[in-house]
């Protein structure tokens, strides 16, 4: 049964997605609007808003040629059959991708937290936190970007607020200390580590390292650590997003997303693509600023609220 929760958020995930909507649906609507049959001829227009919309070229050759291949049967007679197709096709793509965090109960859980800086990172960790607290789990937050002062304040103001307790050290400390200490913490009390790290794109091959590390010292200190490591994604950066999850899959190995900032762009449709080409699960999306903005991916949900 639907609560008001529920429906308070798929609102705010319809106006969120609302400028993907317009760049995209609403330009597909006034192409194929008047239309009685879907022929040949609009093909090449339909590829071209799916390609502009950022979703990418793989998804979108694969539904061209649905679209052709059903329309040769008479399987595509109208605009409605086409919104259904290509509605049917999304949702099959990120069903594949749609997968919730597990957390066991009564034993230590690591979640190492990745991203470039600016994707949102600090403020996602913070808003799970939030999330797990309401539901009674025992939390340890861990300051491992130790290279920027504005981080570790930035996660004592989130622990604050969520009440739960912060692992930190000075600023310049070994990131993989940090994780050290926190990991016989979290050990001690059978608590879920959330644990921030350094996003500094710029030197690539450094931070690669360190987060290499920082695995290595987890998983030397308590079995199967990092149990999830979680990616968090800016959708306003579009393209670049998919090739920050390439890297950081190729580099340490991503087994979850979280894609954030879907209420300021008009590249929504990236989670498309990113579902499609990287079949990573996609467990959070962000849709404001508020505690409640970041909730759990829901595949059916999204293409509902895209297509208004």
């Known amino acids: 049964m639907e609560n ?29 609007s ?9 093909f090449e227009d339909i590829e071209e808003i799916l390609i502009g919309a950022d979703l990418g070229p793989v998804f979108t050759c694969d539904l061209i040629e649905e679209m052709r291949s059903r329309a040769k049967r008479n399987e595509l007679d109208s605009p409605d059959t086409l919104r259904k197709l290509m509605k049917d096709n999304m949702i099959d793509i990120l069903k594949k991708c749609e997968s919730p965090l597990r ?15 600016g994707t949102g990172k600090t403020t996602t960790i913070g808003k799970m936190a939030s999330r797990f607290k309401r539901n ?26 969520a009440d739960v307790p912060l692992i930190k050290q000075k600023m310049g400390a070994d990131p993989s200390a940090v994780v050290f200490d926190a990991i016989h913490a979290a050990k001690s009390r059978k608590a879920v580590m959330l644990i921030d790290t350094a996003g500094r794109l710029h030197t690539k091959t450094g931070l ?11 998983g030397r200190e308590l079995e199967g650590a990092p149990h999830e490591t979680l990616l968090v994604l800016d959708a306003t950066t579009g393209q ?10 190729q580099e340490i190995g991503i087994t979850g997303l979280a894609l954030t900032k879907l209420d300021g762009t008009a590249k929504g449709g990236i989670i498309i693509r990113i579902a499609r080409e990287l079949e990573i699960p996609i467990r959070y ?16 949900e999204f293409v509902d609220a895209l297509f208004g």
């Open 4 to 32: 008001n929760d529920d429906k308070s958020f798929f609102s705010r995930l319809q106006q969120s997605l609302s400028k993907t909507r317009t760049g995209f649906i609403r330009n597909l609507d006034e192409m194929i």
């Open 208 to 218: 690669m390292d360190e987060l290499k590390k920082i695995k290595r010292i987890m």
């Open 285 to 300: 999306i962000g849709v404001g600023e508020g505690l409640d903005d970041l909730r759990r991916f829901k595949s059916e």
């Open 136 to 161: 009674g789990i025992p939390l340890l937050l861990v300051a491992a970007d130790t290279f920027r002062a504005a981080a570790i304040e930035q996660l004592e103001i989130w622990a604050e607020r």
């Open 240 to 249: 670049n997003a998919v090739l920050q999850a390439k890297m950081f899959h």
């Open 103 to 117: 957390i066991p109960k009564g034993e230590a859980y690591t979640i190492m937290v990745v991203g470039v800086n």
């Open 34 to 42: 008047g239309e009685k049959i879907i022929s040949e001829d609009i």
